[in-house]
């Protein structure tokens, strides 16, 4: 009888103990800053009902949503002539009611109009976990991968958004990444779009602006006019296309396009006051305007976010934005909210490829008893209690194989220390510690051993 060669499904991966390692080191970063400013943790189903996600992603989400067949008998509902018409969307309303989550803000969503009663606004909330999507399997692209979010609803204040700005400046500080945060305004788009009198055009005009750096000026130019946009417009565009200069330089020119439109220069004055707050603040991170930036045009209402690391060319590490109407697909309107998500696989790839890693961080074992026999087992694992009750993570070879077997174990799990035990070390009541590193070796006892491992 053949066996089966066991197999994973496509655009998923398994991570072993090195990876898990790296990938922690990224999540327990990115989560203490997280609760430095004050966010708290919740977690929501890994399944949702589809009624919760149906239609919240537009026809495309919908298409790549992982349905969840309903356990039992799951065609005894279904009318024959559906099952014959071959019509699936039919059909998945009799046989699916749940599905896995596509993201984590339509899940947070719910979750706040479900607890709105119990929560205190503003709420700020983190989230870190896995989302499902059915994609097409690619490089770079999975069909399970981990968002890390941060949110807070319930407040208008641009002080949200420069804390988002000063905690990506944080995490990517202490993950040693040179980034720039990338920065522009959905009011600024529409402003641009109604000045130009092509206010229809919003998505055509910021997707030709968004290639200018890749084709010039002149093919941007021509693109506008295979849209449809005037001359006219064309012709009004071109400050914004030829900016230059500082921040506020930018700023000075986007303003006097703008002249004529409120919501215009509603968009620049939140700019001018969160560059206002991060420049007093003293953000490291480099933080600037760029009107290419039209991320989530459909959903997001002010503030626009994407950083992108300098030393590796990838695309988008982090993004968000300003949302005014979170909630209100679910029945509770005008619940402003702001946030980021910071995509892990990517920032596990920038870490790979700059080497970036602690190099203690694949240590998870500190220290390796060794022993050469059945009564130097037995008082070893005296002692690795006693190194375990110091809060030391601590290991011993199950069995007093040959010395040789049990150093390359140590050695395979990059363990820093091995403590060899045999009968003259048991006779004196010590241990020969041994650094793994540079080989050298010291008889020492237990109270050294800790004192030595915790320095």
């Not at 700020?124 to 609803?153: H, L, M, S, T």
């Not at 779009?193 to 998505?203: C, F, Q, S």
């Not at 206002?276 to 991170?285: D, E, G, I, S």
């Not at 590490?317 to 109407?325: L, S």
Request: with cysteine.
């Amino acid at each position: 009888m053949a066996v089966c060669k066991p197999s994973i499904p496509k655009g998923t991966r398994d991570f072993s103990p090195i990876e898990m390692a790296r990938r922690n080191y990224i999540f327990d970063t990115i989560k203490s800053v997280f609760r430095l400013y004050g966010f708290s943790q919740i977690e929501t189903p890994a399944m949702e009902n589809l009624s919760t996600l149906m239609g919240k992603y537009g026809d495309e989400g919908d298409k790549l949503l992982f349905k969840i067949l309903n356990s039992g008998d799951f065609l005894a509902g279904v009318d024959k002539s559906e099952l014959e018409s071959a019509n699936s969307v039919k059909v998945l309303k009799h046989i699916s009611d749940k599905g896995l989550r596509y993201d984590l803000t339509v899940p947070f969503a719910r979750y706040v109009v479900m607890n709105r009663g119990n929560l205190s606004f503003p709420f700020k909330r983190f989230q870190i976990q896995p989302v499902w999507r059915a994609d097409k399997p690619q490089k770079g692209r999975y069909r399970e991968f981990y968002q890390c979010d941060v949110d807070v609803v319930g407040s208008d204040s641009l002080l949200n958004e420069v804390e988002l700005i000063q905690i990506v400046d944080e995490v990517y500080r202490r993950l040693k990444i040179n980034v720039v945060l990338k920065i522009n305004n959905r009011k600024i788009l529409s402003g641009i779009a109604e000045v130009i009198g092509e206010a229809d055009k919003l998505v055509d005009i910021t997707v030709a602006i968004d290639k200018l750096d890749k084709i010039g000026v002149d093919n941007v130019n021509a693109e506008l006019r295979e849209k449809g946009v005037s001359e006219a417009g064309i012709e009004k565009l071109q400050p914004i296309i030829n900016m230059t200069g500082s921040n506020d330089d930018k700023l000075n020119v986007i303003a006097d396009v703008l002249k004529s439109s409120e919501i215009g220069l509603k968009g620049v004055e939140e700019l001018r006051t969160i560059l206002r707050y991060v420049k007093m603040l003293n953000v490291a991170t480099e933080v600037e305007i760029d009107l290419t930036l039209a991320r989530g045009l459909n959903y997001y209402t002010g503030a626009i976010f994407e950083v992108k690391a300098k030393d590796v060319v990838i695309g988008s590490i982090t993004g968000g934005g300003r949302y005014d109407n979170l909630t209100g697909v679910f029945g509770l309107e005008g619940m402003s909210g702001v946030g980021i998500s910071f995509g892990a696989d990517r920032i596990y790839d920038v870490l790979n490829q700059l080497d970036l890693y602690p190099q203690e961080l694949l240590a998870s074992t500190q220290i390796l008893f060794a022993t050469f026999g059945e009564n130097e087992f037995n008082f070893a694992l005296n002692l690795l209690k006693e190194v375990r009750n110091n809060g030391i993570s601590a290991e011993i070879y199950p069995e007093p194989v040959k010395m040789k077997k049990q150093m390359s174990y140590a050695d395979n799990k990059a363990i820093p220390y091995v403590a060899i035990v045999g009968e003259t070390e048991m006779a004196e009541n010590k241990v020969m510690l041994k650094n793994m590193v540079t080989g050298e070796q010291q008889l020492v006892g237990i109270a050294e051993v800790v004192s030595i491992l915790k320095k």
